[in-house]
């Protein structure tokens, strides 16, 4: 494990939750009780990811996802993915991607930003002479 | 006057040997006690992810030094390696994204046989095994189980690494582009002697510097620390005074 600032108790509560969507994809039920398509709770949960403004229940939701897909990636290494299995796994690759993709875009801005400004005083300053 | 972004290395690649280890802290014990050697692993790693060679500036602000962190080459989440947590040579300086996607894993036994492994950077060229076309990152050798399993299990091809690659590959052009463009403005300053305009692009150029350091593409980083705890000061290394009973017990016992 590497050094991250997740607190326990956030990074247990979603730690289950890969078992839980093992369940929906099965048939099973969402956690709430209520009857749900796989799509439809893990959706949810990746949308939680993504709105949420605390940096660490994005990083366990993060790290709940990754665990299944290593575990689907270990599957399909040794020939053993199921239909099912590929499908959950370009399903997690989406979601991981959808919410890592959203901090990736705040995060660079800044520099991008400080770049146009510059370019368009450059801009005006040479359409000046 | 030469223009302050000609030399730098726009587009890093995957180097062609192990990363040499240039420094050599001092042990240190304590479940976090590899959070000391925070600065030694920057300076060494120049602020770039061990793993996808991301700047700190590229991903996040300065504060939490772009959210990199201590990455450990051999999981301290595995039992077998946990003795190893506070082991300078295994330890490297990773983006949060990489450590992340990372994380504790490790190939098991059975994944071992077909050659699945990560690869260390500082020991092994990763030059040799990776290589970043455009937005992705591919396997010299098609067929290297390690370059795969590293690749995919880290997941160098996330869209957010992607986006980052995009980012900077559209940066450079348009740093060039302003490049010229000051070139042009000085060359008008020198036939006609305009003074403020030669304040005004050495105030751009100033700028432009700053954003090359900025996205690392500077050699120099932003706010590298200037000392490490390899440089640190002898009391600072020196056992401190036991506080409890049972702290002086403990040192009475190690004489």
């Given at each position: 494990?590497?050094?991250?600032?997740?607190?326990?108790?956030?990074?247990?509560?979603?730690?289950?939750?890969?078992?839980?969507?093992?369940?929906?994809?099965?048939?099973?039920?969402?956690?709430?009780?209520?009857?749900?398509?796989?799509?439809?709770?893990?959706s949810?949960?990746?949308?939680?990811?993504?709105?949420?403004?605390?940096?660490?229940?994005?990083?366990?939701?993060?790290?709940?996802?990754?665990?299944?897909?290593?575990?689907?990636?270990?599957?399909?290494?040794?020939?053993?993915?199921?239909?099912?299995?590929?499908?959950?796994l370009?399903?997690?690759?989406a979601?991981?991607?959808?919410?890592?993709?959203?901090?990736?875009?705040?995060?660079?801005?800044?520099?991008?930003?400080?770049?146009?400004?510059?370019?368009?005083r450059?801009?005006?300053?040479?359409?000046k002479? | 006057?030469?223009?302050?972004?000609?030399?730098?290395?726009?587009?890093?690649?995957?180097?062609?040997?192990?990363?040499?280890?240039?420094?050599?802290?001092?042990?240190?014990?304590?479940?976090?006690?590899?959070?000391?050697?925070?600065?030694?692993?920057?300076?060494?790693?120049?602020?770039?992810?061990?793993?996808?060679?991301?700047?700190?500036?590229?991903?996040?602000?300065?504060?939490?030094?772009?959210?990199?962190?201590?990455?450990?080459?051999?999981?301290?989440?595995?039992?077998?390696?946990?003795?190893?947590?506070?082991?300078y040579?295994?330890?490297?300086?990773?983006c949060?994204?990489?450590?992340?996607?990372?994380?504790?894993?490790w190939?098991?036994?059975?994944?071992?046989?077909?050659?699945?492994?990560?690869?260390?950077?500082?020991?092994?060229?990763?030059?040799?095994?990776?290589?970043?076309?455009?937005?992705?990152?591919?396997q010299?050798?098609p067929?290297?189980?390690?370059?795969?399993?590293?690749?995919?299990?880290?997941?160098?091809?996330?869209?957010?690494?992607?986006e980052?690659?995009?980012?900077?590959?559209?940066?450079?052009?348009?740093?060039?582009?302003?490049?010229?463009?000051?070139?042009?403005?000085?060359?008008?300053?020198?036939?006609?002697?305009?003074?403020?305009?030669l304040?005004?692009?050495?105030?751009?150029?100033?700028?432009?510097?700053?954003?090359?350091?900025?996205?690392?593409?500077?050699?120099?980083?932003?706010?590298?620390?200037?000392?490490?705890?390899?440089?640190?000061?002898?009391?600072?290394?020196?056992?401190?005074?036991p506080?409890?009973?049972?702290?002086?017990?403990?040192?009475?016992?190690?004489?």
């Amino acid at each position: 494990m590497t050094e991250t600032n997740l607190q326990p108790v956030e990074a247990r509560s979603f730690v289950v939750e890969p078992k839980l969507s093992s369940r929906v994809v099965s048939g099973g039920t969402a956690p709430t009780g209520r009857e749900s398509s796989q799509g439809a709770y893990v959706s949810t949960v990746a949308d939680h990811a993504r709105s949420s403004r605390e940096p660490s229940t994005r990083a366990a939701i993060l790290d709940a996802l990754y665990e299944e897909r290593s575990a689907l990636t270990r599957d399909r290494r040794l020939s053993r993915l199921t239909e099912a299995g590929a499908a959950r796994l370009s399903e997690l690759e989406a979601y991981i991607d959808d919410i890592e993709l959203a901090e990736e875009r705040s995060a660079g801005d800044a520099v991008w930003r400080q770049l146009e400004r510059i370019a368009s005083r450059v801009v005006a300053i040479d359409a000046k002479r | 006057m030469s223009s302050p972004l000609r030399a730098v290395d726009v587009n890093p690649t995957y180097a062609d040997h192990p990363l040499p280890r240039t420094h050599a802290p001092p042990e240190v014990s304590g479940e976090k006690g590899f959070a000391k050697y925070r600065d030694c692993l920057r300076l060494e790693f120049s602020a770039r992810c061990a793993y996808c060679l991301s700047h700190e500036g590229e991903v996040g602000p300065s504060q939490n030094y772009g959210g990199f962190e201590v990455e450990h080459f051999k999981p301290q989440g595995r039992r077998e390696f946990h003795s190893l947590r506070n082991r300078y040579s295994n330890l490297l300086w990773a983006c949060p994204t990489c450590n992340r996607a990372k994380g504790h894993r490790w190939p098991d036994p059975e994944e071992q046989k077909l050659g699945a492994r990560f690869i260390d950077p500082t020991v092994e060229a990763m030059g040799d095994f990776l290589v970043i076309n455009g937005v992705r990152v591919d396997q010299v050798e098609p067929t290297s189980q390690a370059a795969a399993y590293t690749i995919e299990q880290i997941n160098l091809n996330s869209a957010a690494h992607k986006e980052r690659r995009r980012k900077r590959q559209a940066l450079a052009p348009k740093l060039a582009l302003v490049e010229a463009k000051i070139e042009v403005l000085r060359e008008r300053h020198a036939a006609t002697g305009d003074a403020d305009a030669l304040d005004a692009l050495n105030a751009l150029e100033s700028e432009l510097r700053e954003i090359g350091t900025l996205v690392g593409w500077q050699p120099t980083s932003w706010d590298m620390p200037s000392t490490c705890f390899c440089a640190a000061p002898a009391q600072q290394l020196r056992r401190r005074k036991p506080r409890t009973r049972r702290e002086r017990r403990k040192q009475n016992a190690l004489g």
